[in-house]
C-alpha cells in the first residue's frame, strides 16, 4: 500500500467541469472547479482531485493534511502486521562426515523452528562435480534428520556445481 502524495489539490486542479463529493461521502453532482473550490474554502478544507482519469475527474471535498497523516498509519499498520520470512543457508561439501550432517542438521532444526526457510547447498569441487549421486545422497541423510520440522519446498537439483534443496518450516 502506497500513500498518495502526489494528489493534486485546490488551486492545482485545471479541469473544467469536475464530479464532486463532500467530506461525508454526499455526492455533490457535477459543477465548475472554481465553484468547487469555493465551497471547499467555506468548509476549511481541501479540493483534492482523487480519480483524475475518470469522464469528469472525481474530486472530495477533505482535510488534506488529516487524509496524508491517515494513510501514514495505515501503512505503518500493514507494516507491523508483515511477516518477514528469512532464507538462512546450509553448505555442505561432497565429503562430509555423518557426524558433521548430524551437526548442520541441528543447526537448521533451529531455523526451521523459527519459521525460516532453509536452503541446503551441497558443494562440489574438481571433480567430485562427477559424483553427483554422492550429492543426493547427502541430502536424503541431511532430510531424514529434520523431516519432523520441514517441508520440501524444492526437491534436490544440481546447478552448476552446487546441488541445492529448500526446506520450509512445517504448517503446526
Known amino acids: ?6 494528489c493534486l489539490i485546490n488551486e492545482q486542479i485545471r479541469e473544467r467541469e469536475i464530479r ?6 454526499e455526492q455533490l453532482g ?3 472547479s472554481r465553484d468547487a473550490l469555493k465551497i471547499a474554502e467555506e468548509k476549511e478544507l481541501d479540493l483534492v482531485l482523487i480519480s483524475p482519469t475518470a469522464k469528469p475527474p472525481v474530486c472530495r471535498i477533505m482535510d488534506y493534511g488529516k487524509f496524508l497523516y491517515e494513510q501514514t498509519k495505515k501503512v505503518k ?8 520470512i528469512n532464507v538462512k543457508e546450509t553448505r555442505m561439501s561432497a565429503t562430509i562426515e555423518e557426524h558433521d550432517i548430524e551437526i548442520k542438521a541441528n543447526r537448521t532444526r ?8 532453509v ?10 562435480a562427477d559424483y553427483s549421486y554422492k550429492g543426493k545422497q547427502i541430502l536424503k541423510t541431511f532430510l ?5 520440522v520441514c517441508v520440501v519446498e524444492k526437491q534436490p537439483k544440481l546447478e552448476g ?6 526446506l520450509g518450516p512445517k504448517k503446526a
Open 161 to 166: 556445481r552446487n546441488m541445492t534443496m529448500i
Open 144 to 148: 531424514s534428520k529434520v523431516e519432523d
Open 77 to 84: 499498520e500493514a507494516k507491523k502486521k508483515q511477516k518477514v
Open 119 to 128: 536452503k541446503v547447498t551441497v558443494r562440489f569441487r574438481g571433480r567430485e
Open 20 to 25: 464532486v463529493m463532500a467530506d461525508d461521502g
Open 110 to 117: 533451529k531455523f526451521l523452528l523459527a519459521e525460516n526457510k
Open 30 to 32: 457535477l459543477m465548475s
Open 1 to 6: 500500500m502506497n500513500i498518495k502524495k502526489d
